[in-house]
């Protein structure tokens, strides 16, 4: 594995994760249990496992309930708490944005806090010899609500968004990706800017990924078609976390 000294974790948690509720109506989604250990515990505990112990939270809805859980449960961890102030009307490119000064000239991978993933998968990407991908699932019914992603002959992101019709797409995107330093710096140029429109506060942070595919930044793929993991939108969707990581006890490897 390659040394991750220089690679931080990004968390984005700062939503209110409407769609799940009333589970959400006094805890964030991110404190949800899977078992008897919450989402973002499975989470850290795997960013840690895979040598990276700086991580930036970005917080909004409830934020004290994550600051409490991740310093009584993670001591020891090189944490940068961020508050989104306008996390009820802002989306994931805007909480990223608020990033920059916390990354500053490192390279990261970021996390949605939603995502319940094998370890395999980050262990995976950190190896990738790609610095700049998307964790992308090929074997998966595309819907209205996924993050869709289409590539070239050569393997490299064209789009990647919800709008993406899923006959084009090849798999779906699952909120993991690292990113690497150079890109980094665009994409905080590019959020910025973006966000200077109010009309754009609520765009995903892959609006931002696009508007650097346009401009030639490279964006690759890692398949991770095979291992296990899920996005918690929906009380259905935290039923497949349970069944899926609970009641399987044989590990998926692609």
């Known amino acids: 594995m390659k040394k991750t000294n220089n690679i931080k974790a990004i968390i984005l948690a700062a939503g209110v994760g409407s769609r ?68 009820a009307d802002t989306n994931t490119g805007y909480s990223l944005m608020l990033t920059e000064e ?13 995502v319940v993933f094998d370890i395999e998968i980050l262990k995976n990407l950190i190896a990738s010899e790609h610095d700049t991908c998307l964790c992308v699932d090929k074997n998966i019914n595309l819907e209205a609500e996924e993050i869709k992603v289409i590539i070239d002959d050569s393997g490299h992101v064209i789009k990647a968004s919800k709008e993406v019709n899923p006959n084009d797409a090849v798999g779906e ?22 966000m200077k429109d109010k009309a754009n506060h609520q765009d995903y942070y892959e609006s931002g990924y696009e508007r650097l595919i346009a401009k030639n930044v490279i964006f690759n793929v890692l398949d991770i078609t095979g291992l296990k993991w899920t996005e918690i939108d929906t009380v259905e969707d935290f039923a497949t976390a349970e069944r899926i990581f609970l009641h399987s006890e044989t590990k998926t490897l692609g």
């Open 20 to 87: 799940i509720r009333p589970l959400t109506d006094n805890c964030p989604k991110s404190l949800l249990k899977i078992g008897d250990k919450t989402i973002l515990e499975m989470m850290v505990s795997h960013i840690q496992a895979c040598g990276i112990n700086e991580i930036v939270f970005v917080l909004g809805y409830l934020e004290h309930h994550i600051k409490d859980f991740v310093g009584q449960n993670f001591p020891d961890l090189n944490v940068h708490f961020i508050t989104n102030e306008h996390y």
């Open 102 to 114: 916390a990354v500053k000239d490192s390279s990261f991978i970021k996390f949605d806090a939603d």
């Open 173 to 194: 995107s699952i909120g993991i990706e690292k990113i690497s330093s150079d890109t980094a710096q665009l994409l905080f140029a590019e959020l910025k800017e973006m």
